[in-house]
Each structure stands twice: as structure tokens, then as C-alpha cells.
């Protein structure tokens, strides 16, 4: 019995209530059936009392002359072919004398003249003991004998005040069968008409309810293997407790969504912010001895009495250490530098920069800078993120592709500068944009990786915010410069 | 039932109809008057046929009023003492009355034509029983069951079938458990097709009609034994009707199978015409009488 409650609601609810239309319809049907069937046993008990009446009267002067055959045309006039019987037909007429004996009946070959009640059967057996004995003074009797297929109605027969005898009519209760199986194909018939229009109704309704409820358990059973999806506006577009739920779900949902999304910057930011402060703490050792190093180099190199093979490995030692200064000095970004305003002669400087790496690619180059003559960020830094920022993206542009620069103002802030690059080469992987601003990352031959490192760290000692995603088929870089003191807004970046 | 009738100077008009034949009748009849007041001659039906075809009735009386030229009135009655009693009161000229009445009558009537049914002017008494009653071969097997009587002045359905009890030398009032009459041979039949009655005693002219008009009815039933044969019910004029009505009725029945439509009647009566008959005939249903004591 269980699994029929651990069915699914689109079942459970359809059968549930098409059991309950089916149920009413039933119990309905079976009260309005057993009262037809008393209404019935009723119209034939008045029936049967009127023609009685009238045979018993008509009957009595037989009775008085003896005149059988009159008797039996007379018990003969009622009785109808098989064909034309209704419920109130009578079946047999019997007419028992004051010995208490057949006088006549309308079918004498079953109900015989002159037979004893006891050799008609027990139903006649008891009739007649009920008229000799009679509980009460009822007249008519009616007397339906248990395990019997007929009812019988009896009544006295009289002239003037002599009693002659009894008449009695018997029904056949199978004539009541066909008309009653008749009545109850017609509340069939009904109640399948009622079943079929409601039914559908029932099933339509059912799982308009249900088909909502089963999506929203499916999404919350695999919520804790990826993200909820929302469910879609048009699902249940109602104001009830089930629509209340929905939209609850859906707050939830969004909640959830913004959840994750601040949980994974957090993540990244402090991933940077731990690699910041080890590379910035390896520089710092390396650099202490490398200067030592370099002036060591540098005095040797100053000594006459080399030879020259030495003096060539000295260089070979001054160059290596130079990368090895370069490469650190990139690491340990510095922007506790001289701040000089930005003004538009950096941009064109910038512009002017770059242009033989724009040649070389034969990448179209959209330039849009709005700004006034000058901005309270600092140039030389603003510089080296745009140079970064385009270069990368010539280089990730494809041959003869577009790379494009928007610089300003961001539009709802007085106090916020944003840069947006785009190009139009190859999308970012997932595990790109994961690892996008982590040094020595590049994914490009030739590339050392720290372009958007430097970048990354320069942003956020500005109190600034980076961030690259996929267009439709861009790859954008937003860079969202605070202009003052207030940080940026960057929730809608 | 069956009240004994006497008549005054019964002996002189049975010697008179027995010794001068039906002409001196006639010439007695003469002297009485004649025919209801507007000349219309009635004639009494018993259930001596099948009296109940109300269709062939019609057409037989129209045949005849056209014959005869005179209206003609048909007087239906369903038991032969209620036409004996018109007869007797003359309200009746005619009547076609079974044997066992017309001797009742002897000395009121007068025999006028005998129909001939199978070519003869006789008929008999069928015994039947339901045609699923076994063991039932002769009257002796019915004793103490129910019994179905015609009429107490039919010959073959009461008088023919008592008698042949007391040949058993047995009483017929006891011999059955119990008898009724159903005032008709057509009704004998039901009653015994019904089962109501064990066995009855039935006109063989009209069991063998039946026969044809109502197969399944007859169908029903079974004859056990036949009686040996009976004067044919007769038709009979009252002795008060003129000589001259008396030998047009006669001649007008005599004639009634020389027509083309009075044969067509005959043909639907199963009847093949009439004949003057005697009064002979019926000496075995005088026996009979005799033997009861009513002759």
C-alpha cells in the first residue's frame, strides 16, 4: 500500500481525485438505485392492491355458484403474454376456495385446481399460514418469502359479510430485473457521461498542479551537484501557496547564484593575493644578494687582467643576472611611484607605441577614448595596463582581426574610470579564466605569462578591478580604475 | 343443472310428429301465428358452431336476407337454455340447436334442415385430454381428476360423455373429482389446452374446425376415444311458424349450396350443406335420454 503514497504527485493526484468522482458517483448512484428499486416494489404492492380488488370483487359470485370456468376466465384477463410484461405484470392469479384449496388459478397447469397449499410449494406453504394466522389486520398482505423469486399480495374475498376465500396475485420478481438493469444502464450511461467530462478535467488540473511541484523536486534533489537552474516564469503564473513556493525558490535560486559567484572571486582574489606575497617575498631575497652579485660582476669586469675567455664568461654571468633582475623586477611590481595625472598626451602615446605590433599582425584597431585633458589616476601605471592589456590582445586577435579600446568614465560614476578591450580571437577556456592572472599562466608560444600578472597586481594596488569574460565571439578585458579615494562599484562590471 | 322439462301433451304432438311426418306438423302450424311483428325473422345461434366468428356470422345473415328478401336478425346466446328459454317465450322462429335440446324441444319445435358435415348429418363426441397427458387411453383413466363439460343440454359435450360413464357402470356424479361446465365446446377445448381441466368432452364438428381456424389451440390437446356417431345439431323452426316461412327457410337452406356464395359460406362453416333430415337421427340421443330418465 505504500508505494501507492510514494507515487509521483503527477500520478497521486489525477488518481486520487478520479477515485473520488468514481466513489461519488457510485455511492450516488447506488442510493438513487436501491430507492428506484423500492419505488418500483411500491408502484407494483399499489398495482397489484387495485387489481385485487377489482378480481376479488368480480370473482366472488364464482366463488358463490361454483362456476370454475367463469373463475378462470376471470383470473385469465390480467395475465399478458411474455412479451408485453412491465414490472407491475402480474405473473399468476390464484383464487383458494374456504377449504383452503386451489379454486382456480390463471395457470393451472402449475398451480392445478383443488391443490393443497403445501403441494404448491413452500412459498404457499407460508402464505397460507399467514392467512389463516393473521398478524394484525392487514389487508392486503403482502408477503415477499426469503430465497423466493416471487412476491405475492393477498387478499380476502368477500360477499356481503361471508368469506368466500382468498385471492391472491404473485409477481415475478425477474420481470422487475430487465426494467431495473434498464434503470441502472441509464445511471451508467450517466455517470460514465459525468466521468468522462471530469475525468480529463480532473487529469488536466491535476498535473497543472502537479508537473510544477515534480520540476521543483527534481531541481532541489540535484542542487547539490551543480547550481539550481530557475524555473521557467510561464510554469505556474498563480498567486497561490504553490506559485508563493515557486518564487521562493526562485529568490533562493538568485541568492544562491550570487553566492557562488562571490565565493569563486573570493577564492581567486586570495589565490593572487598569496602568490602577490610570495613572489613579492622571493624578489626580495633574491634581489638582496643578486645586487651584491651584480656589483661583483661589475667590479671584476673592471680588472685589465682578464683574459678574454673570462671576460666573455663574466658577460655571459652579467647577462644572466640582468634576466634574472628583469624578471624579478617584473614579479615585484612597484607602484609606490611618482603619480603624475593621465592626460590625453599618454594615449596617444600609447596609441603610437603599439602601432608596430598592430602593423606587424594587420589588426584593425578601434580606438575610442573620451576623457578630458586630464584624469586624477596615475599615468605611468594607466599606461602600462593599457599597453599590456592591447598588446595581449593584438597578439590573441586573430591575423587581420579587430581589437578594440573604450576608455572613460563609467557611465553611472563621477568618480570611477573604465577601460574595455576586446578582440576577437579565440574564446577563453574555462580553466583559462580560472588561472587567467596568475604569473608565468600564458597559454601563447612565446608568451612569458606575466603581461596580465603585472597587470592584475597593478589593478588591485590601485583598488581596482579586473575581470575577462567570453562575448559572443570577443574575449573582453574590463578594467575598472577608482578615480580618488571611493572605491569603484563593481558589482555590476 | 339440467332441470327436467315437461310440456304439456308432450305424448300427442310426439305422436302426431312421429305418425303424420313434417307436413301434418306443418299444417298444425298454420293455424298459429306468424313471425315477429315486423316481419323479421330471428334466428337463434348456439355454441352448437362456432358461434364467436362474428365475421362469417355477418355475411351468412346478410346472404340469408337477401335469399329470403327479409330482414334477418341472428340471436346469439351462450348457452343452449337461454335459446330454449326464447324459444319457448317465441321469441325465436328458428334456431340452430344441438340434438340433446331440439329432443328437449321436441314438442315446441320442429326439425327443418340437418347440416351435413363430411357429407353426413352426423357428428360425435371426442374425448380429449392435453396432448402431454399420458397413460390416458379411454373415460376410465380419467376417474377422479377434473372434467370439463360443454353445456348441461349438449349432447356430445355432457349427455354423450356422462352416459359412456354409466356404460363404465359408474355414477357420473361421483366418477369425476370435480366437473364444470365452460358453456362452450370451443371453451372445452381451452379449458383442457390449459390444463385446467384433465379431460373434457367436445363436439367432434367443432373440435375439427377448430382444428383449421385455431391450430395451435387444438394442437394442445389429444382425442382419446370417439364416440359412435350422433344426429347433427339440426336447425329448427318454433311449430307456430307459418307453413309457408317454415318451407322458405327450409328450401332456402336445402338451396344453400347451389349458390356460388352459399358455398363459400359452407366452405368457411366446414360444412358440406343440408339435408331435410329425420327425426331418427337422433334415436340414439333419445336412448341416451332414456337412459338418465329424461325421455
Given amino acids: 500500500m505504500r508505494w501507492l503514497f510514494n507515487l509521483s504527485f503527477r500520478h497521486k493526484i489525477p488518481l486520487w481525485t478520479s477515485f473520488l468522482i468514481s466513489f461519488s458517483i457510485l455511492v450516488v448512484g447506488a442510493a438513487l438505485m436501491a430507492k428506484a428499486y423500492e419505488d418500483m416494489k411500491r408502484a407494483v404492492v399499489i398495482s397489484a392492491d387495485n387489481l385485487g380488488h377489482t378480481l376479488a370483487n368480480t370473482v366472488a359470485p364464482t366463488l358463490l355458484h361454483d362456476d370454475v370456468w367463469r373463475a378462470f376466465e376471470i383470473v385469465r384477463s390480467p395475465i399478458r403474454a411474455e412479451s408485453a410484461r412491465t414490472p407491475v405484470q402480474v405473473d399468476a392469479v390464484v383464487v383458494f376456495g374456504r377449504d383452503h384449496r386451489v379454486f382456480v388459478s390463471s395457470h393451472p397447469e402449475a398451480l392445478p385446481m383443488l391443490s393443497e397449499p403445501a403441494s404448491l410449494g413452500p412459498d404457499w406453504l407460508l402464505l397460507a399460514s399467514r392467512l389463516a394466522n393473521p398478524i394484525g389486520n392487514t389487508s392486503p398482505l403482502v408477503l415477499e418469502p426469503e430465497n423466493s423469486s416471487y412476491l405475492y399480495l393477498a387478499l380476502p374475498i368477500t360477499d356481503k359479510d361471508a368469506h368466500l376465500g382468498h385471492l391472491v396475485l404473485r409477481y415475478a420478481k425477474s420481470v422487475f430485473h430487465p426494467w431495473f438493469i434498464d434503470t441502472i444502464w441509464q445511471g451508467l450511461g450517466l455517470g460514465l457521461l459525468v466521468l468522462t467530462v471530469l475525468i480529463p478535467i480532473n487529469w488536466y488540473w491535476g498535473s497543472r498542479m502537479a508537473t510544477p511541484l515534480v520540476d521543483l523536486a527534481q531541481r532541489m534533489g540535484m542542487m547539490m551537484e551543480r547550481p539550481p537552474e530557475p524555473l521557467p516564469p510561464d510554469l505556474y503564473p498563480y498567486q497561490d501557496e504553490l506559485g508563493q513556493l515557486f518564487q521562493a525558490y526562485d529568490r533562493m535560486v538568485l541568492a544562491l547564484r550570487d553566492k557562488a559567484a562571490l565565493e569563486t572571486e573570493v577564492v581567486r582574489s586570495e589565490r593572487l593575493a598569496a602568490i602577490g606575497q610570495l613572489t613579492a617575498g622571493i624578489a626580495h631575497e633574491i634581489n638582496n644578494p643578486l645586487a651584491g652579485l651584480i656589483t661583483a660582476v661589475d667590479t671584476l669586469k673592471l680588472r685589465r687582467d682578464l683574459d678574454p675567455k673570462a671576460l666573455r664568461h663574466l658577460d655571459l654571468i652579467d647577462r644572466g643576472l640582468m634576466q634574472i633582475r628583469d624578471t624579478v623586477a617584473a614579479l615585484l611590481v612597484q607602484t609606490r611611484v611618482q603619480a603624475r595625472p593621465l592626460s590625453q598626451h599618454d594615449l596617444d602615446d600609447v596609441h603610437t607605441l603599439i602601432q608596430p605590433q598592430v602593423a606587424k599582425r594587420r589588426v584593425r584597431l578601434d580606438w575610442s577614448a573620451a576623457m578630458p585633458p586630464e584624469l586624477p589616476a596615475p599615468a605611468s601605471l594607466v599606461r602600462q595596463i593599457l599597453i599590456n592589456l592591447l598588446l595581449n590582445a593584438v597578439q590573441a586577435a586573430a591575423e587581420g582581426g579587430t581589437v578594440s579600446l573604450w576608455l572613460g568614465r563609467k557611465e553611472d560614476s563621477e568618480t570611477c574610470l573604465s577601460i574595455i578591450v576586446r578582440n576577437d580571437g579565440s574564446q577563453l577556456g574555462e580553466d583559462q579564466l580560472a588561472h587567467l592572472f596568475e604569473p608565468f599562466a600564458s597559454s601563447r608560444p612565446g608568451g612569458h605569462g606575466l603581461g596580465l600578472w603585472v597587470t592584475y597586481q597593478i589593478v588591485t594596488q590601485l583598488d581596482g578591478r579586473i575581470s575577462a569574460r567570453n562575448l559572443d565571439d570577443q574575449v573582453e578585458f574590463v578594467v575598472n580604475l577608482p578615480l580618488g579615494d571611493a572605491p569603484c562599484n563593481t558589482a555590476s562590471a | ?295
Fill in chain 2, 1 to 295: 343443472m339440467n332441470s327436467q322439462i315437461t310440456l304439456p301433451n308432450s305424448n300427442r304432438r310426439r305422436w302426431l310428429i312421429h305418425s303424420s311426418g313434417l307436413t301434418a306438423a306443418a299444417l298444425i302450424g298454420l293455424t298459429r301465428k306468424s313471425l315477429a311483428a315486423d316481419g323479421k325473422i330471428r334466428i337463434g345461434m348456439t355454441p352448437a358452431f362456432l358461434h364467436d366468428q362474428h365475421g362469417l356470422l355477418g355475411e351468412w345473415r346478410d346472404f340469408m336476407a337477401t335469399s329470403l328478401r327479409r330482414p334477418v336478425e341472428f340471436v346469439q346466446r351462450d348457452s343452449y337454455r337461454e335459446t330454449m328459454d326464447l324459444l319457448r317465450l317465441e321469441k325465436l322462429e328458428f334456431a340452430w340447436v344441438c340434438d340433446y335440446p331440439y329432443l328437449h324441444l321436441k314438442d315446441t319445435v320442429r326439425l327443418m334442415a340437418v347440416p351435413l358435415y363430411q357429407g353426413k348429418p352426423h357428428y360425435r363426441s371426442y374425448l380429449i385430454v392435453h396432448k402431454d397427458t399420458a397413460n390416458v387411453t379411454s373415460m376410465a383413466n380419467l376417474e377422479g381428476s377434473v372434467f370439463a363439460y360443454a353445456d348441461p343440454y349438449s349432447n356430445t359435450g355432457y349427455l354423450a360423455p356422462r352416459y359412456e360413464i354409466r356404460q363404465l357402470g359408474r355414477d357420473p356424479a361421483s366418477f369425476f373429482r370435480k366437473t364444470f361446465f365452460t358453456w362452450s365446446h370451443r371453451k372445452v377445448v381451452e379449458a383442457v389446452a390449459s390444463g385446467l381441466a384433465r379431460g373434457g368432452a367436445v363436439d367432434s364438428y367443432i373440435w375439427e374446425t377448430l382444428a383449421h381456424v385455431e391450430p395451435s389451440l387444438v394442437k394442445r390437446t389429444r382425442v382419446v376415444s370417439r364416440s359412435p356417431e350422433y344426429g347433427f345439431p339440426p336447425f329448427v323452426s318454433h311449430r307456430s311458424v307459418s307453413r309457408a316461412d317454415f318451407q322458405q327457410m327450409q328450401s332456402h337452406l336445402l338451396g344453400t349450396s347451389g349458390s356460388d356464395k352459399g358455398r363459400s359460406l359452407l366452405a368457411r362453416l366446414y360444412l358440406d350443406g343440408f339435408t331435410t333430415g329425420s327425426p331418427s337421427l337422433y334415436d340414439g340421443v333419445a336412448q341416451m335420454m332414456r337412459a338418465f330418465g329424461e325421455a
